[in-house]
């Protein structure tokens, strides 16, 4: 006959957890308890942070590399959490190792996708995923360990001292998510500007690593043989070796693999409140480029190409006054100001580094032509969105040129949206023209005619065309992992008006009395309209701020 045996009552400890003998009173040992799950939450928020930040920047597409950093660390959580069950018995033991493992893996989380990105991103083949995967492995290793941390610590804390479930588990939520409020707030305002992505990561590993231990080696170290002690205390001696190893080297690493991506030519590289910004060549003959977070903005090679395709279409009519959207790189407003009929030409770049850097670079101004110098020319420090809608609402603009990057990148989205359009008929004079630069045909003609559809939805009539000439070996799109064999090898442009569809030609009387365009003739731009006609995509919907179609 079996006896029945009367059910636990509610928080009685389990038959392997006595109560803890701590050095400390039960009072103390809780708040040092909660303390440490505090900054253990900090520093898992950070790791997350990190690992979306550096996959947006490595890799692109933010909203995606979001998107799958969280999913995997939520559900990596919750598997974590489930094994912890098993560690319960030696819950201090556990917990020790557990922080040291998870401040290696998280620490070294960004010098590694940084590392791979660099040195194998354009292997192509079988490995030209490899630094996606790599992130969903971090995500689900950092995702695991964290999951682990909660049942550990409640084991711990419920050792102390036994209180009803329910109390427990409100003080360690409590503890737990004003620690991830600090940690996703230090992240953007102290350790991203501060310290940059690899030092400020393994700065937050360095204090995981000694919160986990001084927590198990001081309060619960009589629950730990001295075999155990003596492991965990080197554990985490190497942990803090290693790291402090990786911070000493970390300037040499970033030059080293800047290197590895650009090349051997870097002489600008300089991370702003915005974006990072890096110059290569201009000197001795050399070809310029300019790259915005790993995307090639400025070739020398061809970006003549490029801005005279964007410019002197949209010139073909009355130019006294021109908006230039972007183009902080002053080459935009080169082409523009060899009009003599220009008085004025307003730029609005969001990024004050890239306008300093067109000014005082010797090599950046002199392809610029040092229009920054010219009085004609006047800067505005602002988003584009935010400029144009607290603009009055005045049609003072002959040309406005939109010289933004593409628009499958996240942060540019809204600078090509239905609303964005609507604003820029605001200030577009009624028989003005628009013309914006939409991005690659050949490689993604469906973002191209999303643009074009969007364009006109706003009431806009338009004129597609597209230009080849675009130099290869860097992504300028939204995706940095594309090696030389994908990336794009034209440029997609759109012209628009308010009052009719407008005819794609060049000003008759040219733009000086110097030579006129070098790439440019109208049978070229009759080429290039046929061209984009021939990729059409009929039927796209619009795209909007709540419902981005990139």
Known sequence: MIESHAPAPPGAPPSWAGPARLPVRPGTGRFLVLACVFVCAACGLVYELELVALASYLIGDSVTQASVVLSVMVFAMGIGSLAAKRLRRRAAAAFGALEALLALVGGCSAMALYAVFAWTGDWGGLWASGPRWLLVAFSLAIGLLIGAEVPLLMELIQRIRRQDAGGAVADLFAADYVGALVGGLAFPFLLLPLLGQLTGVMLTGTVNVIAGGALVLGLFRRDLTRRARHLLLCANLVVLGVLATAAVLVDDFERVAREAVY?????????????????????????????????????????????????????????ARVLVLGGGDGLAAREVLRYPGVRRADVVELDPAVVDLARRDPALSRLNGHVFGDP??????????????TAPPVPSYDVVISDLPDP????????????????????????????????????????????????????????????????????????RTAGASRAPDDWGFVLASQSARPALALDPRGPGPGPGPATLTEQSLRAARSAAEATRIRGLAASTLVHPRY
């Open 263 to 319: 090349g051997d030519d870097v002489r600008v590289a300089l991370q702003t409140g915005v974006q990072e910004v890096v110059l290569t060549g201009g000197t001795h003959g050399r070809p310029l480029d300019l790259f915005l977070d790993g995307r090639l903005r400025v070739s020398g090679r061809d970006e003549r190409r490029y801005h005279e395709a964007l410019v002197h279409p949209a010139m073909d009519g009355p130019h």
């Open 408 to 479: 499958g990148i996240t942060a540019s989205t809204k600078l090509y949206s239905e609303e964005f359009y609507g604003l820029v008929r605001r200030v577009l004079a009624p028989d003005g023209r628009l013309v914006v630069h939409a991005g690659p045909v050949s490689s993604r003609p469906r973002a191209f005619w999303t643009v074009e559809s969007t364009m006109r939805a706003a009431g806009l009539f338009t004129t597609p065309y597209r230009v080849g000439g675009r130099d290869s070996g860097f992504a300028a799109g939204p995706d």
């Open 376 to 389: 004609r020319v006047h800067v505005t420090t602002a988003d584009a969105f935010r400029r144009l809608r």
